[in-house]
């Protein structure tokens, strides 16, 4: 007797009837029973076999063959070209079979064996070019950039003009700039087109990978540094301070001086949050304008006074200021150190106008192309509009070459000698029939001097300067060479001398 809780095939025949064959064992009262005895016990079905499972005649299939499947098979090649390829003139001709049918593309693209896709696209194609549209075509891109004429000369124009440029960079000027899209890739692409190769450059391997860090929100922390640089027609070396948003980059403040006394910075940081308002925490190194070995510093009473909290980097590692670091970098190469400044008075418009440019025009790289203007007044986009219109258009020429300078020419004859005068710089120089030049010696000749036009814009980026007492201001400035205890011994010696005729 069997027993009902062992799987037996009357399950099978119970879930699956089938006709019986000639020659089975099994009858309809066997199958009966055992769908009986199925419904009133409890059993264990076995699992079904795969085969079982996919088999496509079972009329209840499983889940594995209710999965849609593809079959893969192998054709001549012949075969396959001649039924995936179709000449102009059968493209022609169907197209011309479709419009007369007037049938919709999904009925007639069956008939004839091409997907309704096809259809549309040998008609549009046809509607454009005419029969010509019909003929074969490469596929895939076509050689060269796919850029615009207009895009091109732009990345050229940029590329001649700053060679030191990457693709990025041309990137981020084509879209704020000219308004431009073109993706880095492109215009790297683009460039390799037109003879740019990328160049090699070895580099030092770093001894520690860099790690970033940034505030979320303007005002949470300046970075508070200075930097010294000479002026070069007077040999004389100046002091700039300057404090920088650590979350925009923006420059909120800049001070020049002869001197980098703790009071230059303690002005420039008083002038900053009059302009831009104070923040929570200053970031500073550890020099004795910052920090004192011993009790306080005057830097620290005056942020203390404001509830503002001072760090202090670690000594001897200037990448905790990397940012402010990288200004310095960035001002160096592309303003002060081409930049000949008249006098300090110069070099402070000058700077502060370069400091317009990088706080409102100049994309950054560490802000996802954006300038460090658009993250520092975010919450306050009229602000913004009202400071920029401020900024003239040109505030990076003027940063770096000055005023410009009327030009300069004089040709005539003296006796029978043709000769000719002209300016370069702040030399003029004679030309004589023979083509030799000489120096004439003439001061500044073709400065201009006068007109409402000829005045550099006052920069709105906030300057502190101490207070110099009078009895310490010294506005004589002694050129090359020279120095001011020179007129103070030969005064001496006149004094000297007529005191001896007296006496």
Same mark, same amino acid.
């Given at each position: 007797?069997?027993?009902?809780?062992?799987?037996?095939?009357?399950?099978?025949?119970?879930?699956?009837?089938?006709?019986?064959?000639?020659?089975?064992?099994?009858?309809?009262?066997?199958?009966?029973?055992?769908?009986?005895?199925?419904?009133?016990?409890?059993?264990?079905?076995?699992?079904?076999?795969?085969?079982?499972?996919?088999?496509?005649?079972?009329?209840?299939?499983?889940?594995?063959?209710?999965?849609?499947?593809?079959?893969?098979?192998?054709?001549?090649?012949?075969?396959?070209?001649?039924?995936?390829?179709?000449?102009?003139?059968?493209?022609?001709?169907?197209?011309?079979?479709?419009?007369?049918?007037?049938?919709?593309?999904?009925?007639?693209?069956?008939?004839?064996?091409?997907?309704?896709?096809?259809?549309?696209?040998?008609?549009?194609?046809?509607?454009?070019?005419?029969?010509?549209?019909?003929?074969?075509?490469?596929?895939?891109?076509?050689?060269?950039?796919?850029?615009?004429?207009?895009?091109?000369?732009?990345?050229?124009?940029?590329?001649?003009?700053?060679?030191?440029?990457?693709?990025?960079?041309?990137?981020?000027?084509?879209?704020?700039?000219?308004?431009?899209?073109?993706?880095?890739?492109?215009?790297?692409?683009?460039?390799?087109?037109?003879?740019?190769?990328?160049?090699?450059?070895?580099?030092?391997?770093?001894?520690?990978?860099?790690?970033?860090?940034?505030?979320?929100?303007?005002?949470?922390?300046?970075?508070?540094?200075?930097?010294?640089?000479?002026?070069?027609?007077?040999?004389?070396?100046?002091?700039?301070?300057?404090?920088?948003?650590?979350?925009?980059?923006?420059?909120?403040?800049?001070?020049?001086?002869?001197?980098?006394?703790?009071?230059?910075?303690?002005?420039?940081?008083?002038?900053?949050?009059?302009?831009?308002?104070?923040?929570?925490?200053?970031?500073?190194?550890?020099?004795?304008?910052?920090?004192?070995?011993?009790?306080?510093?005057?830097?620290?009473?005056?942020?203390?006074?404001?509830?503002?909290?001072?760090?202090?980097?670690?000594?001897?590692?200037?990448?905790?200021?990397?940012?402010?670091?990288?200004?310095?970098?960035?001002?160096?190469?592309?303003?002060?150190?081409?930049?000949?400044?008249?006098?300090?008075?110069?070099?402070?418009?000058?700077?502060?106008?370069?400091?317009?440019?990088?706080?409102?025009? +100049?994309?950054? =790289? $560490?802000? #996802?192309?954006?300038? @460090?203007?658009?993250?520092?007044? /975010?919450? !306050? &986009? *009229? %602000?913004?509009?009202?400071?920029?219109?401020?900024?003239?258009?040109?505030?990076?020429?003027?940063?770096?070459?000055?005023?410009?300078?009327?030009?300069?020419?004089?040709?005539?004859?003296?006796?029978?000698?043709?000769?000719?005068?002209?300016?370069?710089?702040?030399?003029?120089?004679?030309?004589?029939?023979?083509?030799?030049?000489?120096?004439?010696?003439?001061?500044?000749?073709? +400065?201009?001097? =006068? $007109?409402? #036009?000829?005045?550099? @814009?006052?920069?709105?980026?906030? /300057?502190? !300067? &101490? *207070? %110099?007492?009078?009895?310490?201001?010294?506005?004589?400035?002694?050129?090359?060479?020279?120095?001011?205890?020179?007129?103070?011994?030969?005064?001496?010696?006149?004094?000297?001398?007529?005191?001896?005729?007296?006496?």
């Amino acid at each position: 007797m069997t027993d009902p809780h062992t799987p037996h095939d009357y399950d099978h025949y119970a879930d699956n009837p089938q006709p019986d064959a000639p020659g089975d064992a099994v009858g309809p009262e066997v199958r009966g029973e055992a769908e009986d005895r199925r419904r009133d016990s409890v059993t264990r079905r076995a699992p079904t076999p795969p085969a079982a499972a996919s088999d496509p005649q079972d009329p209840q299939p499983g889940r594995a063959a209710r999965r849609r499947t593809r079959t893969r098979r192998r054709v001549l090649a012949e075969d396959a070209n001649k039924r995936n390829s179709f000449s102009s003139r059968d493209r022609l001709l169907i197209l011309d079979a479709w419009l007369r049918t007037k049938l919709p593309a999904k009925d007639f693209a069956g008939l004839v064996g091409v997907s309704m896709h096809s259809l549309y696209k040998w008609r549009q194609r046809f509607e454009e070019e005419g029969p010509a549209g019909l003929e074969d075509r490469p596929k895939g891109k076509g050689p060269g950039s796919r850029l615009s004429d207009e895009t091109q000369r732009a990345i050229l124009m940029m590329k001649q003009a700053h060679p030191e440029w990457g693709q990025d960079r041309i990137h981020a000027m084509l879209t704020r700039t000219q308004g431009l899209g073109a993706s880095p890739g492109a215009i790297g692409r683009y460039l390799e087109q037109e003879g740019y190769v990328v160049e090699d450059v070895p580099t030092k391997p770093h001894p520690d990978k860099p790690r970033r860090f940034e505030r979320s929100k303007p005002n949470e922390l300046w970075q508070t540094d200075l930097f010294t640089f000479v002026l070069k027609r007077q040999n004389r070396r100046v002091h700039l301070v300057g404090y920088m948003d650590d979350y925009s980059r923006f420059l909120v403040g800049y001070g020049l001086h002869a001197s980098s006394s703790g009071a230059l910075v303690r002005e420039t940081l008083e002038a900053a949050i009059a302009n831009h308002g104070a923040p929570i925490e200053v970031l500073t190194d550890n020099g004795t304008q910052y920090k004192t070995w011993r009790g306080t510093s005057a830097f620290t009473k005056l942020l203390d006074r404001r509830g503002i909290k001072q760090i202090v980097a670690s000594p001897r590692h200037p990448q905790t200021l990397g940012k402010i670091e990288r200004f310095w970098g960035t001002l160096w190469r592309e303003c002060v150190q081409q930049a000949v400044f008249r006098d300090l008075d110069e070099a402070r418009q000058r700077i502060g106008l370069f400091i317009d440019h990088y706080n409102f025009q +100049r994309p950054h =790289s $560490g802000i #996802d192309g954006l300038v @460090p203007a658009d993250r520092f007044f /975010e919450a !306050a &986009p *009229q %602000v913004l509009a009202t400071l920029r219109h401020r900024v003239e258009a040109n505030a990076k020429e003027l940063a770096q070459h000055g005023t410009p300078r009327k030009s300069f020419y004089l040709t005539g004859r003296v006796g029978d000698a043709n000769i000719s005068l002209h300016a370069e710089g702040e030399r003029v120089l004679l030309t004589n029939a023979d083509g030799t030049q000489e120096e004439v010696d003439l001061t500044a000749l073709g +400065r201009r001097e =006068s $007109g409402a #036009d000829q005045v550099s @814009p006052k920069p709105i980026a906030a /300057e502190g !300067a &101490p *207070q %110099v007492h009078p009895a310490q201001a010294d506005d004589s400035v002694a050129g090359p060479g020279q120095s001011p205890l020179d007129d103070a011994i030969r005064d001496l010696d006149e004094g000297l001398s007529s005191s001896a005729e007296d006496a």
